[in-house]
């Protein structure tokens, strides 16, 4: 019998072949069996876990997460037309699948629910053997699912997630974040703001009353505060309204002349839509045009808000319509197979499950320690976000950022944005100590295999 | 000043939309017995009704236009409706763009036949069941309908913008003489349009024979039944007008909140709530306590009154809800007896 | 035997040899096999199993006996997480401090809650427990981020104090040393067992439970509760306040929901605001319904049955029901895939839906009585089921 | 000085009048019936004996002790039991289940936590509780659902779980309201059998006049809330008053 703090079975799935005469009791295998981590792929194949809302509000950009990693799957194991990989700067990957084994996959729901979310992930590492979870497009979510990867001993590629906690005050050694984060887009979006609107501005920020709206918002104030601008009003709204009209309508009653909308997705679509319908767009306050802004823009819920999100700056990870090499060939990849261009939810999650294959083959081992280890402080290109790092501090992927644009006169109903400014990497960048991310406490911890 | 005549404006706003789906709820909770848990799925619906019809007038052939190009760098298809071929661009262009209004000649049907097969199917056998039962069979039939809605449409909010007409926003202020009080066209439609709705219900119930029947039915059932009066024909035209009122409710809030298929759900505790603060049984009790509690939330949600109490928006209807039923038993206007065992 | 008349006693051994095989009983597909996706025998989902059992155990003791329908039950299940992962935080990894007060906090906090709750009745009762647990949610979710941490759920950090913990001690959730965590894995030819720590914890403490449930319904105290949900006239002209036994019951079940909140928590070191919001109140208020109102082990069997359905369904993709189907000609295959298709994965909720509303038309009494049926069918009475609701009914002598 | 002791007691519910100085005064062991025509104010009056209610003025006073303001339990372990017009019994429950809570409730009053007792270690009050079965033989419908018995049977059963209390004063509300002649009788034997077998005080509210005369040892007649007359039962029958008031509406 082996003793472990958390079991793989997989195994027995994949190497069914050589299990034709019955072992009973066999004890002696399993422990055999373990390479001292957690879920150690044995025989032919690795499965991966992809853990993302297919229910509940975001089950769209769960369904696109998840359209993605199937794409992702199918190029690592040589089928398709490679998407990114013949563009990636690092040549390991060549369609054998990952260090020569076939990947495999499993599908679970979040629910946008931490519980749901880590008791899907446990199943995946308890019941199928998972060796990496990665998905999902909420920060509580991401941050729940990273702390039970570290405990179960499994690395954690993230998906959709921008709150700085994750690679901020809830780090994990064995979770790693490509999407960009709410500081990012602050640090982007403010020059941009003062280019376009002035420095001399007042802003009035409606914020979701949750961790990720919090430290969304503390982000752009900073940054749009260094360059000049005010802050008349802060306002956090609850997570479950549904009508902002109580929220926007004071905005009227101040000398505020930009309004910044801290929101994501359900809520981001209907204050949006209602701050639209207040006039707020039409408004002249102190002789200036009134503005609005959408720090975090995604494709998918830009559809939702219609014609309002027209003529609005945000940010975003990857678009689309990005000229690089890269991106074009995800874009072509992904709208052959599907018939849509591919969500920068879609993008990230993609990447993650290359850049995760990828730092297997360099590291030579599917041992969480030294996948980590191959994945701090690499340096890579041709995923879309043109050069990037995986800090090894924290585990965030430093990278240009998009600032973007309601596109006036779309052609489609996927030609929603358009790219304004690629904000470079420089820009963004931030020491790992920031207090905005947990200051000098915050702290990776170790590595942990399990078994 | 204009802050809080602006925050009435809104409560007023909120309050009709609590007030429309309380309406339709109390008269099926309140009168028929149900504990109807698909009543949120009613309202949805109706949204979706709008939605419907906004894709089913945007019906289109692809045209492959040559000058631009798609994502992917092929010939871009423009979908032309087929209501430009038949009226003309600009003609097909207005008539898309009044769907909503025109979803509500479109929803009444429909809600209709909904609401009946709803009750003749399924809700007419638990009439006499326990509630603990209704709750069961009508969540699982709001989960079914919320799913087929989402296997359709998406997860999505599917932007149904109101008619040029009514975008835009009208300045009381100038009316007044003062400043900055703007309110949108279409909240000011929906805030009518509920009221309409509610008095026409009344109307309906205070003048008609049939309305009379009703209401002698909700105060005393068994007394009705034994005068020989086919009580269970009036309770299905019952159900369907409540199914009507919910559905009409979503059509007309579309443009408001951009619908989505679990629209229902997070109305269907707040709508609990307010039927029962308004009491069991008493209509006028549900409208009056939609607006109570709209309006105290739009207050509550001022910065002045937040910055005083910290989290006040989040639990304010509740914490209404939990006063209100301490200090009066049967909520504002509730009637002895019903629902209380 | 341990004051229980021998058909209750049946049923608890029943249920104990249950728990104990739980992990073969729940993996009965080889490994090898495309069914395996059915299985349940993993510790996270047994796990859940028995602490939603505790959980609508309790429920029931409210529900079933008395008829008040309290919906706002999950406020105590967050209550009782919280207080475990705050013991964590504070002393150290052992799981005992935590539960301890966890029911000491849920029950305080039922305390209050059902004292103002219960001068309602009915319905009205009903949206007073809604308010206070709703207001709960989302103040822990939002001003009371401090105590709750908010949406990223209370956790154990690096920088907590932990004044009990010991070099040696494990840094996971344990009992005197035995982590939680740990998992005996043992193969049987192509199948595949895991009997893990935890689990059997929990599955004690439900035992537990259950045992203690099954001497409330029996006793003196029981009878009155259901005398309250009789006729609470009568029980007042005979003498009796129907006032304290409605709220020494909710008191229980408060604690019972307070220390399934604290197993989850010690299982799983993280506490969400959202298990305390309405929708969690409404599970456990199915899970009772499903399973057979007022019966003993109809809630557990519905807690079983609604997780079984979210854990395992939500997992099958259409890449494994092409798997499944691999045998026929490709044009069946995907005719069968697609029929399937709406009903897996993302579209368990609606399996779920039509679950609720079969059980509920075709058999009234919940899922127990289907074990009736069945029983009936094969002409003897199936022991843990039928006699459950029986039982139930039967006088109290 | 009576047992029960009703001085000066006004009730206005709103505009109208429902009691008017009621003065009554009921004597121990003895059997009391308070008639009076619709809307005289009996119900009123009774639910102001058992805490229902609470007169605007006066004072009821039971073995001396006052019991305005307190609870219908309270008023119950002071020793008066009541029979409802309707049997109020608990129809959830077994006929002997029904029996065993008022034998609990008069043991350990109105609240105790008796979570983890067993019912088979209570043979004392089982005792009892079949004996009280027996004396009005239902002893062998012990084990039935007393929702589906008969109301003949329902009204039985209440009255043993209120005389298994063993009450000072019994309380009586319309007992045979729509009944059978056949169980009118029955119902007025039962009681005959009980007045005979015990010291109990009973009050009895009725409208059946056959009722009253048969088991009524004074009588309080009631009107517009106050009380008429109250005498015995043949003064009562000749008396003019009641004739005008009562009797001779009733002969409508």
């Known amino acids: 019998m082996s003793k472990s703090d958390l079991t793989r079975r997989g195994v027995l799935r994949a190497g069914a072949a050589g299990l034709a005469t019955p072992t009973i009791f066999s004890g002696a295998v399993w422990a055999a069996s373990h390479s001292g981590f957690t879920n150690a792929p044995e025989g032919g194949s690795v499965t991966l876990g992809f853990n993302v809302p297919q229910t509940g509000p975001y089950a769209d950009e769960g369904a696109d997460e998840l359209r993605a990693y199937e794409l992702a799957v199918e190029h690592l194991n040589g089928g398709g037309d490679g998407g990114m990989i013949p563009t990636f700067s690092s040549k390991t990957l060549d369609g054998t699948g990952i260090l020569g084994k076939k990947v495999e996959y499993v599908t679970g729901d979040t629910q946008t629910k931490s519980d749901a979310a880590r008791a899907s992930a446990k199943s995946m590492i308890e019941k199928d053997g998972a060796i990496m979870i990665t998905g999902g497009s909420s920060s509580g979510v991401a941050v729940a699912v990273q702390g039970l990867c570290q405990e179960a001993g499994v690395i ?67 940054s749009t505060e260094a360059l000049g601008w005010s802050t008349v009003q802060n306002v956090l709204t609850p997570l479950a309204a549904t009508d902002f009209s109580s929220y926007i309508a004071p905005v009227l009653q101040t000398d505020a002349d930009v309004l910044v909308l801290n929101h994501y997705g359900g809520n981001m679509v209907n204050s949006l839509t209602n701050a639209v319908q207040f006039g707020l767009k039409d408004k002249i306050v102190n002789g200036k045009q009134f503005e609005i802004v959408v720090p975090l823009y995604s494709r998918l819920m830009a559809r939702g808000a219609g014609a309002n999100v027209k003529g609005i700056f945000g940010s975003t990870n990857w678009h689309w319509s990005l000229p690089d090499e890269g991106s074009q060939a995800f874009t072509r990849s992904f709208g052959t197979k599907y018939g849509f261009p591919p969500s920068q939810a879609a993008h990230t999650c993609y990447t993650q499950t290359l850049l995760y294959a990828d730092a297997v083959n360099r590291a030579g081992s599917f041992n969480p320690c030294a996948v980590a280890e191959a994945l701090e402080g690499f340096e890579f290109d041709g995923l879309g976000n043109g050069p990037t790092l ?22 489609s109903e996927f030609d929603l944005l358009e790219i304004v400014e690629i904000t470079p990497v420089s820009q963004v960048t931030y020491p790992p100590d920031h207090p905005m991310f947990g200051g000098a406490e915050a702290s990776l911890g170790s590595c942990n295999p399990g078994a | 000043m204009e802050a809080i005549i602006l925050q009435i404006l809104n409560g007023l706003d909120k309050g009709s939309a609590y007030a429309l789906i309380a309406l339709g709820l109390t008269l099926i909770f309140g009168t028929l017995g149900v504990v109807n848990f698909a009543h949120g799925a009613l309202f949805m619906i109706g949204a979706f009704c709008a939605v419907t019809l906004q894709r089913l007038l945007n019906l289109s052939h692809e045209v492959i236009d040559d000058t631009k190009k798609d994502f992917l760098g092929n010939p871009l298809k423009v979908d032309v409706p087929y209501l430009a071929d038949w009226f003309g661009a600009d003609a097909a262009q207005t008539i898309i763009q009044w769907s909503v209004p025109l979803a509500i000649l479109f929803s009444i049907p429909i809600m209709i036949l909904v609401g009946i097969s709803m009750e003749r199917g399924l809700i007419k056998h638990f009439y006499k069941r326990p509630h603990a039962d209704q709750i069961l069979v009508t969540f699982g039939l709001a989960i079914v309908l919320q799913e087929i809605i989402k296997a359709f449409f998406g997860a999505n909010p599917i932007p149904t913008p109101a008619p040029p007409a009514f975008t835009g926003s009208f300045d009381f202020g100038a009316l007044i003489g003062m400043e900055n009080i703007i309110y949108p066209y279409w909240r000011m439609v929906y805030f009518a349009f509920a009221m309409v709705v509610i008095a026409g219900v009344f109307a309906f119930l205070q003048f008609t024979t049939f309305g009379m029947v009703v209401r002698a039915g909700m105060a005393d059932r068994e007394t009705v039944g034994m005068l020989g009066i086919n009580i269970d024909r009036r309770f299905t035209i019952m159900f369907a007008i409540a199914a009507c009122v919910a559905g009409l409710a979503g059509v007309m809030y579309t443009p408001i909140n951009s619908p989505n298929y679990h629209m229902g759900m997070d109305f269907l505790v707040i709508s609990f709530v307010v039927v029962v603060v308004g009491g069991m049984g008493s209509l006028p009790g549900a409208v009056l306590a939609g607006f109570v509690l709209g309006i105290l939330e739009a207050f509550a949600s001022m910065n002045e009154v937040i910055d005083i109490v910290p989290g006040i928006n989040q639990i304010i209807i509740y914490l209404v809800a939990i006063i209100v039923l301490l200090t009066r038993p049967r909520g504002l206007m509730g009637r002895k007896g019903v629902m209380e065992e | 035997m341990l004051g229980l008349a021998t058909k209750d006693f049946v049923l608890l051994l029943v249920v104990a040899v249950l728990c104990l095989f739980a992990p073969v009983l729940l993996n009965p597909f080889p490994e090898t096999s495309d069914l395996a996706q059915f299985n349940a025998g993993y510790p996270d989902l047994m796990q859940r199993f028995v602490i939603f059992g505790i959980f609508a155990i309790g429920f029931n003791i409210l529900f079933g006996l008395t008829g008040y329908l309290s919906f706002g039950h999950a406020a105590f299940l967050g209550v009782g997480s919280y207080s475990v992962v705050w013991m964590f935080k504070l002393l150290n990894y052992n799981i005992v401090p935590g539960l301890l007060l966890s029911l000491v906090v849920s029950g305080l906090f039922a305390l209050a809650i059902g004292y103002v709750s219960l001068r309602r009745s009915g319905i009205y009762f009903s ?60 193969e049987f030819g192509p199948w595949l067992w895991q009997f893990n720590a935890g689990y059997y914890f929990c599955a004690v403490v439900m035992l537990i439970a259950f045992y203690l449930a ?26 009796l306040n129907p006032r304290p036994y409605t709220l020494a019951a909710f008191v229980i079940s408060g604690m019972y929901a307070g220390l399934a909140g604290g197993l989850m928590a010690s299982m799983d070191p993280l506490a969400g605001a959202e298990r305390m919001q309405w929708t969690a109140s409404g599970e456990v208020v199915l899970m009772t319904i499903l399973g057979g109102t007022g019966t003993l082990i109809g809630p557990v069997l519905g807690a079983g049955l609604i997780k079984y359905l979210e854990n395992i369904l939500s997992k099958i993709n259409d890449n494994i029901l092409h798997q499944w189907f691999a045998f026929m000609p490709d044009g069946l295959e995907d005719f069968l895939v697609a029929i399937v298709h709406p009903f897996i994965g993302k579209g368990w909720h609606l399996t779920l839906g039509l679950v ?14 289907g074990g009736q049926r069945i029983g009936r069918l094969f002409g003897r009475k199936k022991p843990a089921e039928a006699e459950a609701k029986a039982a139930a009914k039967t006088p109290a002598e | 000085m009576g047992i029960l002791e009703v001085k000066g007691v006004n009730k206005r519910f709103g505009g109208l009048q429902a009691l008017g100085n009621v003065n009554l005064s009921v004597a121990e062991n003895t059997v009391h019936a308070i008639i009076g025509p619709n809307g005289a104010g009996k119900s009123t009056l009774l639910n102001c004996l058992v805490g229902k209610l609470i007169p605007d003025t006066g004072s009821v006073m039971f073995d001396g002790q006052s019991v305005l303001g307190r609870h219908p339990h309270e008023i119950n372990q002071m020793g008066i039991s009541r029979v409802f017009q309707t049997p109020e019994i608990f129809g959830d429950l077994t006929v002997l289940e029904n029996m065993m809570i008022p034998c609990f409730a008069r043991r350990d009053g109105s609240f105790r936590m008796h979570a983890f007792e067993q019912f088979s270690h209570e043979r004392e009050l089982i005792d009892k509780a079949m004996h009280m079965l027996e004396e009005v033989n239902m002893a062998e419908k012990k084990d039935m659902h007393s929702a589906s018995m008969s109301r003949g049977d329902k009204r039985r059963l209440e009255m043993a779980m209120c005389l298994v209390q063993e009450p000072r004063l019994l309380l009586l509300d319309e007992p045979t309201a729509g009944m059978a002649r056949a169980d009118t009788n029955n119902t007025i034997d039962l009681l005959k059998e009980i007045k005979q077998k015990r010291d109990i005080t009973m009050c009895i509210i009725e409208h059946d006049m056959h009722v009253v005369f048969s088991l009524a040892e004074r009588i309080t007649v009631l009107a517009q809330g106050t009380p008429l007359v109250e005498d015995t039962p043949d003064k009562i029958k000749g008396h003019p008053k009641v004739q005008e008031a009562y009797l001779g509406e009733a002969a409508h």
Request: glycine share 8%.
């Open chain 1, 156 to 222: 954690f590629m993230a998906g959709l997630t921008h709150s700085n906690d994750t690679t901020g005050k809830d780090r994990k050694a064995n979770g790693f974040r490509h999407f960009f984060n709410g500081y990012m887009s602050g640090a982007a979006l403010a020059p941009v703001l003062a280019n376009a609107y002035g420095t001399d501005r007042k802003a009035y920020h409606l914020t979701a009353d949750y961790t990720w709206g919090w430290t969304q918002q503390e982000s752009i104030q900073a």
């Open chain 3, 356 to 369: 609720f509303m079969a059980v509920v038309i075709f058999l009234p009494g919940g899922l127990v009585e």
């Open chain 3, 127 to 186: 949206i007073l427990t809604l308010a206070f647990a709703q207001m709960s949610f989302a103040l822990a979710y939002s001003v009371l981020t401090p105590i709750t941490n908010g949406e990223t759920g209370l956790q154990v950090y690096g920088n907590d104090p932990q004044y009990l913990q010991g070099d040696s001690a494990p840094n996971i959730p344990h009992l005197f040393g035995m982590t939680m965590r740990a998992t005996e894995t043992v």
């Open chain 3, 214 to 239: 099954i001497r409330i319904f029996r006793s003196p105290f029981g009878m009155m509760l259901r005398a309250v949900k009789s006729n609470q006239q009568r029980m007042r002209y005979t003498g």
């Open chain 1, 390 to 411: 995986y800090r090894a501090e924290d585990h965030q992927c430093f990278k240009d950022v998009l600032v973007v644009k309601g596109k006036e006169n779309p052609t």
